[in-house]
């Protein structure tokens, strides 16, 4: 498992480092994007991914930042992995901070596949719903990618391709008592009982009571025969 998540995160950091080429992008073309959303053997369907538009490309492959990020200053020529994960989540929490609305929503199908058509040559942010499944909650960590896409090893870019998202698994199940549940005592069950044994008790003093009062008569009867 740690292997097979070891190349992912390879995969990953190789896709994702935004480089723009010089007066190679159709700018006419649109790109069609699948994102893969899973943690291990394990597929979410049914979920929720959101897009967002951060910045344009523009002629001479210029980039502009959108209205909405209109605020950043970072290059986004030639990051390297660092920084795009620093940038990544700089972009994800200005999101969350300013409640900005996604651009797009789709809904991924029984392989755990969302897919975005049509997009316009740009610089985008891709998150999904965070999943709980079996005491364990999955979040995706934030991503960036260009549309299209420059495949270094064969140097051109790519208007369809496919993101496999980066997801992190959390276990939760203490929070829920180790999913077991707490039974609440039923004292009402407990005061009948007691009061049924309380009553049973004074009945059987009682009974004795008046056995030995009847023996004490009878005792008494013989005495005075026998006077």
Known sequence: MKKYLFRIAIIFIALFSINVH????D?????????????GDKVFAN???????????????TITYTEDFKNLTQSLENLTASQFSVFATTVGNQI?????SH?????????????FNNLTPAVYFIK???????????????TV??????????????????????????????????GNTTEIPNTVDDIMIYAAIFAIS??????????????????????????
């Open 103 to 115: 651009i797009e929503e789709q809904i991924t199908n029984a392989e755990g596949i969302a897919e």
């Open 128 to 142: 999904m719903d965070t999943v709980t499944q079996d005491d364990y909650q999955y979040r995706t960590v934030p």
């Open 145 to 178: 990618i260009t549309a299209p896409l420059y495949n270094e090893s064969e140097h051109q870019y790519k208007y369809e391709f496919s993101v496999m998202m980066k997801t992190e698994a959390k276990y939760i199940g203490e929070q829920s008592n180790n």
């Open 96 to 100: 969350t901070q300013k409640q900005i």
């Open 22 to 25: 010089a007066s190679e992008i």
């Open 202 to 227: 004074l009945i059987i003093i009682g009974v004795l009571v008046c056995y030995i009062n009847k023996i004490k008569k009878e005792g008494k009867e013989k005495n005075e025969e026998s006077q």
């Open 27 to 39: 700018l006419t073309k649109p790109s069609n994007v699948q994102v893969k959303y899973s943690y």
């Open 47 to 61: 979920q929720k991914a959101y897009l967002y538009k951060i910045a344009d490309i523009g002629i001479d492959n």
